[in-house]
């Protein structure tokens, strides 16, 4: 691991610094977190005795979640995604060995954002790897990005086994978490633990991220893909400006659950890393540009959204547009991303719900881009109506304002299959047979 690159210097935030130690990570990383926290040890709530009795869910974080003052669920702060390489082919033992160790973090760290919330998945690589296919039943195919995408980026495929996801509020549980899954901690937060994932699933990238007001803004300077002069408004959560993941606009988590089958309650979770490229979309965009090319000229002209989306409560009424979309796209010239996204809705309910979170990681500006639905399958008709290629007629290519395409670029891709909770750990393809 390297050596965390500040010294506790006065100028630097705490919550600066504590997004760094996440990003760093590692022994080195959690002392500092502890340091900063003047504790010794973590002093989290403890989690469940029986695990037993946590959702069958992994992906039921919503309940535990925090509602904004307009009733939408916020997000966790802290997140690192890790993914797993298995050492050898699943056995009987190292399956009870992932279980053990996923048991005693949530005995020892509450399930919610003050402890820890975690999902584990695993690719079609993982299942690749057995000699029966993956269940019918999910919808599961190889990642293929959509090639209009590949054109304009370099695309790494995810084709390791498996993504752990952890999140919380504390920085401090994200990396304790991850110390004891793969380091030598035989305790946390004051529990004694016995079993590591270590052996059985190994590292082989990890990339971080956060959300918040503030935090964005906090940590723009010098940053690849932000202009000089620290244009990210203040409050706003994430780099482009603006709130997201509002009520309305994203699927429950019922609607993303597997439904019947033995991967029933279970959930595909897609993951893509984007980096930004912001120049143009802060210094030749004024916010009215902005908000038109974000959410629709409508919202731009009616000055609905205010300076970072405040003016929006659980709505941000992108649906109430989408007819007009072709008008727009004649004679203003600009489509929407909400506006685009919103018509792929499936009778006027989201399908997609969206986890994603800024990263820095790289130290170029950047979105890590979560997303569960029942079936990777309408991810990909989802991501296809961003491309917006019916735009094209009127001028509006991938480096026009079709929606924010002009600034990102896709460098990982991949899907992943979260079981319920009983077959979290290293599923077979058909855990009935
Ligand atoms: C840098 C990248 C991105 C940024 C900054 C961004 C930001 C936003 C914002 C601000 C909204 C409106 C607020 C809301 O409805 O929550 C939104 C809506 C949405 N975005 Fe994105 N987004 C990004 C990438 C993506 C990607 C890769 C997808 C994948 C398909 C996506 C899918 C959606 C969907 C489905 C909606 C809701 C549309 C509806 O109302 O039904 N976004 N996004």
């Known amino acids: ?57 992994q ?10 003052s307009d009733g939408n669920v916020s997000r966790a702060t802290h997140h690192v995604f890790l993914s797993l390489s298995l050492s050898n082919d699943p056995t009987p033992e190292s399956r009870q060995r992932v279980e053990t160790a996923l048991q005693e973090i949530e005995r020892a760290l509450e399930w919610g954002p003050d402890g820890v919330l975690f999902t584990l998945g695993y690719t079609p690589a993982y299942f690749d790897r057995h ?9 599961l195919p190889d990642p293929d990005p959509i090639t209009a995408i590949t054109a304009e980026s370099q695309v790494e495929i995810d084709d390791t086994d498996a993504m752990l996801h952890l999140a919380s509020d504390n920085p401090a549980a994200v990396l304790a978490v991850e110390e004891t899954l793969f380091g030598d901690k035989d305790t946390l937060n004051g529990e004694a633990v016995e079993q590591t994932i270590g052996p059985v699933l190994e590292r082989t990238n990890r990339r971080t991220g ?29 780099f482009m400006g603006f ?77 109430n547009v989408t007819d007009e979309i072709h008008e727009h796209a004649r004679d203003d010239g600009t489509v929407g ?45 989802v991501r296809e109506a961003m491309l917006g290629e019916q735009f094209h007629q009127y001028g509006l290519g991938p480096r026009q304002p079709n929606g924010i395409l002009q600034y990102i670029r896709l460098r990982n891709w991949g899907s992943y299959l979260v079981p319920p909770r009983q077959h979290r750990a290293l599923p077979q393809p058909d855990p009935a047979h």
């Open 337 to 381: 991303h909400a506006q685009k996204l919103a018509r792929a809705r499936d009778d006027g309910e989201p399908v997609i719900l969206r986890r994603d979170v800024n990263t820095t990681d790289g130290d170029v500006a950047g979105l890590q881009f979560l997303s569960l639905q029942r079936e990777i399958t309408e991810f990909r008709r």
């Open 243 to 319: 709130r997201s993941g509002f009520r309305e606009s994203q699927a429950t988590e019922d609607r993303v659950t597997i439904q019947a089958g033995p991967f029933e309650g279970g959930t595909t979770q897609h993951f893509e890393s984007i980096e930004l490229d912001l120049e143009i979309w802060f210094d030749d965009n004024d916010h009215e540009q902005r908000v038109a090319r974000m959410f629709s000229p409508d919202h731009a002209e009616d000055g609905a959204v205010g300076a970072v989306g405040e003016q929006l409560g659980t709505t941000t009424g992108a649906k």
């Open 131 to 139: 000699e029966l296919g993956l269940h019918e039943s999910v919808d």
């Open 210 to 238: 956060f959300v918040g007001a503030g935090l964005p803004a906090d940590r723009q300077a010098g940053l690849d893909g932000i202009p000089d002069g620290q244009p990210v408004p203040e409050e706003a959560p994430f």
């Open 59 to 68: 992906h039921a974080w919503n309940d535990v979640l925090p509602v904004d």
């Open 1 to 57: 691991m390297v050596p965390l690159p500040f010294d506790g210097s006065p100028e630097l935030s705490r919550r600066q610094f504590m997004r760094r130690a996440v990003a760093t990570g590692g022994a080195s990383g959690l002392a500092a977190c502890l340091d900063k926290q003047d504790r010794q040890t973590l002093d989290a709530p403890t989690g469940v005795s029986d695990p037993g009795t946590l959702p069958d869910r």
